[in-house]
């Protein structure tokens, strides 16, 4: 595995930018990660892709030097090392609702001393000059999904939790759980969000939000927030309805 541009961006309190591409396509992760983007999200929980399409969508953000991060099915170590072994510069992990779940993360994606993470070499140990092992707990990049009231009533707790890099308040499960399903605008659903970002800040962490367009990031990253999520189709959409209410 190569150098982490976004956790290192991260670090030092600058916001970073990640991309969903939405399609298997490695072609298209090049394309992106030459725009600037710099993460590229790739998604194994509800996206396509499989292991062998991640591993190449992964050689590509490495290419462009972004910062790939794989969304894993669960909070399983067994997936979390199979991420990492494609090469994955993070992990992104789902349904995080309590401290010790933030901690078997970190396990799982960490060698030991910090973790207790499978040792099988894989892509991600190419190139590496020096012990593997100690490089990768330092390039790793973990990012906990805070989904569930749960979690924010939980949310002081896990903020404790050494070596996440980030923590994402995602606000379509949360809308679930907080009653109002599909409504990620509802107001309560918005005030709960900004309420775990300002906590997560306070805390001297860094929150992640996810937004649609540069007006709502600029939102969230006046409120404070570090890692700035957008889909590419939230940003495609509005230009090709543009272009195509030329033909009407």
């Known amino acids: 595995m190569q150098h982490n541009r976004a956790k290192k961006k991260l670090a030092t309190g600058k916001p970073i930018s990640v991309i969903a591409p939405g399609y298997s396509s490695a072609g298209l992760v090049e394309l992106l990660g030459r725009m600037g983007f710099d993460g590229i999200f790739?998604?194994?929980?509800?996206?396509?892709?499989?292991?062998?399409?991640?591993?190449?969508?992964?050689?590509?953000?490495?290419?462009v030097d972004a910062t790939p991060i794989v969304r894993v099915q669960s909070n399983d170590p067994s997936t979390i090392t199979r991420a990492l072994d494609r090469g994955a510069g993070g992990v992104q992990v789902p349904h995080i609702n309590t401290r010790a779940q933030a901690?078997?993360?970190?396990?799982a994606a960490k060698f030991a001393p910090l973790g207790h993470r499978g040792y099988a070499g894989g892509r991600s140990a190419l190139g590496v000059k020096g012990n593997f092992t100690s490089h990768a707990n330092e390039e790793t990049m973990v990012v906990a999904m805070l989904e569930e009231v749960e979690a924010l009533k939980n949310l002081?707790?896990?903020?404790?939790?050494?070596?996440?890099?980030a923590f994402f308040i995602a606000p379509g499960d949360l809308s679930q759980s907080m009653?109002?399903?599909g409504h990620l605008?509802?107001?309560?659903?918005?005030?709960a969000v900004h309420d775990a970002v300002r906590r997560t800040r306070d805390a001297g962490r860094a929150?992640?939000?996810?937004?649609?367009?540069?007006?709502?990031?600029?939102?969230?990253?006046?409120l404070g927030a570090l890692l700035i999520y957008v889909s590419l189709a939230s940003l495609l959409q509005p230009g090709a309805?543009?272009?195509?209410?030329?033909?009407?």
């Open 42 to 63: 790739i998604d194994c929980e509800h996206g396509p892709a499989g292991w062998e399409e991640v591993e190449n969508m992964v050689r590509a953000a490495e290419l």
């Open 103 to 107: 901690e078997a993360a970190v396990r």
């Open 156 to 165: 002081d707790d896990i903020l404790k939790v050494e070596h996440i890099d």
């Open 179 to 181: 009653g109002y399903p």
């Open 185 to 191: 605008d509802h107001p309560d659903v918005q005030a």
């Open 207 to 222: 929150p992640g939000v996810l937004t649609t367009n540069a007006a709502s990031a600029r939102r969230y990253l006046d």
């Open 241 to 248: 309805r543009d272009f195509l209410s030329e033909f009407k």
